[in-house]
């Protein structure tokens, strides 16, 4: 088992910024690629962001500019820092653990997009950005 545990979310006005955490169990930590997903109500879950072992990253379009993930393995953390939020950003925000694609290829399995090669997920925090 990895307990993925997120914290940092909020209300937070247009135009400003928040950074979520997201602390990950395990010895192994640096071998983790992590992701963000959101989903908003209503919608189904998207991909935000995702970092890989080796530090590569992956944005959906509607954030990049905005948004970075970074991680630090001495914490067992990832981050995701957002900057200009917008009123649509409002959602619950999961970070996922994928424990298993150390060493592979990171677009086999559907690539870092794909919820399916993540194992573990956390709770989800709640970020509002009201307009």
């Known amino acids: 088992q990895v307990p993925v545990v997120e914290s940092g979310g909020g209300l937070v006005q247009a135009g400003g910024s928040l950074r979520l955490s997201c602390a990950a169990s395990?010895?192994?930590?640096?071998?983790?690629?992590m992701g963000w997903f959101r989903q908003a109500p209503g919608k189904e879950r998207e991909f935000v962001a995702a970092i890989r072992w080796s530090g590569s990253t992956a944005y959906a379009d509607s954030v990049k500019g905005r948004f970075t993930i970074s991680r630090d393995n001495a914490k067992n953390t990832v981050y995701l820092q957002m900057n200009s939020l917008k009123p649509e950003d409002t959602a619950v925000y999961y970070c996922a653990a994928d424990t298993r694609s150390y060493g592979y290829d990171w677009y086999d399995l559907g690539g870092p997009s794909s919820s399916d090669r993540y194992d573990y997920w956390g709770q989800g925090t709640q970020v509002t950005v009201s307009s």
């Open positions: 395990g010895r192994t930590f640096s071998r983790y690629d």
